[in-house]
């Protein structure tokens, strides 16, 4: 049984501060790692994606992954309030293979 | 550009009617195609998923079904709703290693 597993949160920073979410995943040989940001009653939408070991850096998100500890974090540097919300991480075996979601980790930033 | 299609936006229907959500999308051929529901403060559930016409597989056996009339069209159907069909439906698609671009959405209530 693939597993993906978040802190369910919610996880609150203050605005500016750096927000740090975490996953682990179960299936070692796993290739494609993905960062989903959704909004209360919205649908999920992409934010980054991540294939190798290291760091990816896109605004004021990074991903990281290490493929030896089955770990992959998303960090948001310059936290707003618009970033509150949740975020899922999806691990997939293969290019274009389903997906495994974690339960998402809730993420609030404080005015 | 793709594009990905979702109706009906909300849907509150009696327990035993029936159910037709349809999904669409624009601007690429043969894309995988998912339909997952999202109970309330839960994560992802992947219902079925279709890699082509009249090709379907089911994760989860309950009273749904799923149907690829199209190339880009899949339809999520229910003989007779039961209350636990309550949640939040969405299409996805994808068509290789950029991950799943969801569509917006179908919030059902079985009443």
């Known amino acids: 049984q693939k597993e993906v597993e978040q802190n369910s949160g919610p996880l609150s920073v203050p605005e500016g501060a750096i927000a740090s979410l975490n996953c682990t995943y179960s299936d070692r040989v796993s290739q494609s790692f993905f960062w989903y940001r959704q909004y209360s009653g919205k649908s999920p939408e992409l934010i980054m994606s991540?294939?190798?070991?290291g760091d990816k850096e896109d605004g004021r998100f990074t991903a990281q992954l290490n493929k030896a500890s089955q770990y992959v974090s998303l960090l948001i540097r310059d936290s707003q309030p618009s970033d509150s919300a949740t975020y899922l991480c999806a691990v997939a075996h293969n290019y274009g293979q389903n997906f495994v979601f974690g339960p998402g980790t809730r993420l609030s930033v404080l005015p | 550009s793709q594009t990905i299609h979702q109706w009906p936006a909300t849907l509150v229907q009696p327990v035993g009617s029936p159910l037709s959500l349809e999904c669409t999308v624009e601007?690429?051929?043969?894309?995988?195609l998912y339909w997952y529901r999202q109970a309330a403060g839960r994560g992802l559930q992947l219902l079925f998923y279709?890699?082509?016409?009249?090709?379907i597989s089911s994760e989860v056996p309950q009273n749904l079904s799923a149907s690829r009339p199209q190339d880009r069209q899949f339809i999520l159907s229910s003989k007779k709703l039961l209350l636990s069909d309550s949640g939040f439906y969405l299409c996805?698609?994808?068509?290789?290693?950029?991950?799943?671009?969801f569509g917006s959405g179908t919030r059902l209530t079985v009443v």
């Open positions: 991540i294939y190798s070991n």
């Open positions: 996805a698609w994808t068509g290789g290693r950029y991950g799943y671009t």
């Open positions: 279709s890699v082509g016409i009249g090709q």
């Open positions: 601007g690429t051929s043969n894309p995988n």
